[in-house]
């Protein structure tokens, strides 16, 4: 058994079920002599000072839980273990009930990893950056805001015009996001092993109404004219308000997120089936 390593466990503080079980394995962990780090997944700064130290980081919660988790991991290159306490828990590994057994073998190194493409975007008013980049692991979506009108995306890949679409929105999606809101939008299922980004427009008006496959290297420019607000969305859980004439640059992240697997190479596709409820 690895008991050298240092594992992190973070849990959803608004998830009561969350904090009791992961105390539960930090105990579990301590009582075979692994070193443990806990904390609240929510807690960005305390997260931030502890991840390079550590080994492997469990996270408890739904797939909210774990996009957020990946993208302070992925910059350590620090594989998750993900223990779902959501619905559909596409990104987590292991059920509740399950997690002793499921931890055994990642001590014993069981297990293998599996790379996720992420996607880095910036935004740009007057040729200068709005704030930090950000990553986001499923999408990141370029929208209307409130007001029920289209926007007008002047859209180019790798400084190539590409259209302009006149639509609620356009949705830059990851093969993760695939099942996500890039699903529910039309986009095409993309295995996660794939590392192609995905353009797709979010009801369009007489413009471009088809996705887009791009292979990672590809750079996509999205230049929003609107005379109403308009917003940057990057996973569900950050924004930006955008001006006219702001300019939104999304490519793939130097950063992957890396997920602990158990199963065969090729889950993808039943657990497709399974969470989506499409069997026959």
């Not at 750079?219 to 300019?247: C, M, N, P, W």
Request: proline share 5%.
């Amino acid at each position: 058994m690895m008991t050298a390593m240092k594992i992190g466990v973070l849990t959803h503080p608004k998830i009561p079920v969350s904090e009791t079980l992961g105390a539960e394995i930090v105990e579990w962990l301590q009582e075979r002599g692994v070193s443990v780090w806990s904390g609240s997944s929510w807690n960005t700064e305390q997260i931030g000072e502890q991840l390079e130290s550590l080994d492997i980081l469990i996270a408890l919660g739904g797939d909210g839980t774990l996009l957020r988790t990946a993208r302070l991991a992925a910059a350590f290159s620090l594989p998750i273990l993900g223990l779902n306490l959501g619905r559909l828990g596409f990104l987590a590994e292991v059920n509740p009930e399950e997690w002793r057994s499921a931890i055994k073998r990642v001590l014993d190194g069981d297990y293998w990893v599996e790379d996720r493409l992420m996607l880095r975007v910036e935004t740009k008013r007057n040729g200068k950056s709005v704030g930090e980049s950000i990553d986001a692991l499923n999408e990141v979506v370029v929208s209307r805001g409130g007001v029920a009108r289209v926007v007008r995306i002047t859209t180019e890949v790798n400084d190539s015009y590409l259209t302009t679409y006149v639509a609620d929105g356009a949705i830059v999606s990851t093969p993760t996001g695939s099942t996500a809101y890039a699903l529910a939008a039309g986009g095409p299922i993309l295995a996660p092993e794939l590392h192609n980004i995905v353009l797709i427009p979010i009801a369009p008006h007489l413009s471009l109404a088809r996705p887009l496959v791009m292979p990672p290297s590809a750079v996509i420019s999205l230049k929003v004219r609107t005379d109403h607000r308009a917003i940057l969305t990057a996973d569900g859980q950050f924004y930006v308000d955008l001006e006219d004439g702001d300019r939104v640059i999304v490519a793939a992240s130097p950063d992957v997120a890396s997920f602990i697997r158990l199963g065969p190479r090729d889950y993808f596709y039943n657990s497709l089936m399974e969470r989506l409820q499409w069997t026959i």
